[in-house]
């Protein structure tokens, strides 16, 4: 992911300026990243190293998002919705 699609990512899903941390900023970055490997994962199937990698990715926004769900179920709902998660 180049600075430029993480800057508007983050731009994108950030609370307030500065923001760069909060779950939901972590939560589109890391779906960003696994969008990524999954089309690398299609074209070069005996990856598993990347595949290991994916599937962490996809556990620790699994995590983060069980989070956000037990905190806020609003805030849950909107961004999974913005995301495109969950069908």
Do not use: C, P
């Not at 500065?18 to 939560?27: A, I, L, N």
């Not at 599937?55 to 909107?78: A, H, I, P, S, T």
């Amino acid at each position: 992911m180049d600075k430029e699609t993480k800057a508007g990512i983050i731009s994108e899903y950030q609370n307030k300026d500065g923001d760069t941390g909060s779950t939901e900023v972590q939560v589109a970055l890391l779906t960003e990243r696994i969008r990524q490997l999954t089309n690398h994962m299609a074209g070069n199937g005996h990856d598993y190293h990347s595949q290991r990698g994916l599937l962490m990715l996809v556990g620790r926004r699994r995590r983060l998002l069980n989070y956000l769900n037990r905190e806020d179920v609003g805030k849950y709902n909107k961004l999974i919705k913005r995301l495109g998660l969950r069908k």
